[in-house]
């Protein structure tokens, strides 16, 4: 069983700021991937980044990063230089690597940059 | 590619009517996944299929669900009868799946359901 927490419902960060969203969670698996997903107005879902579990360095992603920090179950995400076009909701998710395939979403944190 | 394709994409029906949500996946993908989103309840998956079988449908809520894959290029997700806590946004996704690593999963524009 896979369960997701985000404890910030809403974030808000003036433009051009660095902004970090918390993601806690827990996990039967031995192996597993962890996602940060952007959820726009439009409501499409688009991935941010991903990170798997057996690698210790933190993935990048342009102004996108994480801090997996394993053992305490943590994951968050951080944005530099925060631009409008980032105002969305932002949700953690995690999937295992074996027979089970879906995503388990925490349930989001609405990050608002301000002008 | 088209991406994901979902239709329709906003339904609004009257309690009691029958809804069918469809879905076409990425060409080539072979696992089909059925998301609904809700205030209260977040993210939720609701069944997935893989190589057009259902492997994990326990997420379905009730009888009144049921969701279909009758070949690699197309799925339904139908209610009935519908009820307004069925109103959310559903979406579909899709993968392609190999082994044990990492397939991303690609999601549709959802379809916004309401139930009068």
């Known amino acids: 069983a896979q369960t997701v927490t985000q404890s910030q419902p809403e974030m808000s960060v003036q433009e051009a700021e660095t902004v970090t969203l918390s993601c806690t969670y827990d996990t039967s698996e031995s192996n597993y991937y962890l996602f940060w997903y952007k959820q726009p107005p439009s409501r499409q879902m688009i991935l941010v980044i991903r990170q798997e579990a057996y690698k210790q360095q933190n993935a990048t992603e342009n102004r996108f990063s994480v801090n997996f920090q394993k053992a305490a179950k943590s994951f968050s995400l951080k944005i530099s230089d925060s631009q409008l076009g980032d105002t969305a909701m932002y949700f953690c998710?995690?999937?295992?690597?074996?027979?089970?395939?879906?995503?388990?979403f925490g349930s989001g944190t609405q990050l608002t940059v301000l002008p | 590619d088209a991406g994901v394709i979902q239709s329709p994409r906003h339904e609004v029906t009257e309690m009691g009517q029958e809804v069918t949500l469809r879905c076409k996946p990425i060409?080539?993908?072979?696992?089909l996944f059925w998301y609904r989103q809700t205030m209260m309840r977040g993210l939720e998956l609701l069944i997935y299929f893989n190589n057009n079988v259902p492997i994990d449908d326990s997420g379905m809520p009730e009888d009144r669900f049921s969701a279909k894959m009758p070949n690699a290029s197309f799925s339904t997700l139908k209610i009935q009868p519908s009820e307004p806590r069925d109103s959310a946004v559903y979406f579909c996704a899709s993968s392609f799946t190999s082994g044990r690593g990492y397939n991303e999963q690609f999601f549709g524009p959802g379809t916004r359901l309401t139930v009068l």
């Open positions: 998710a995690t999937r295992g690597s074996g027979s089970a395939r879906q995503l388990t």
């Open positions: 060409s080539g993908h072979n696992s």
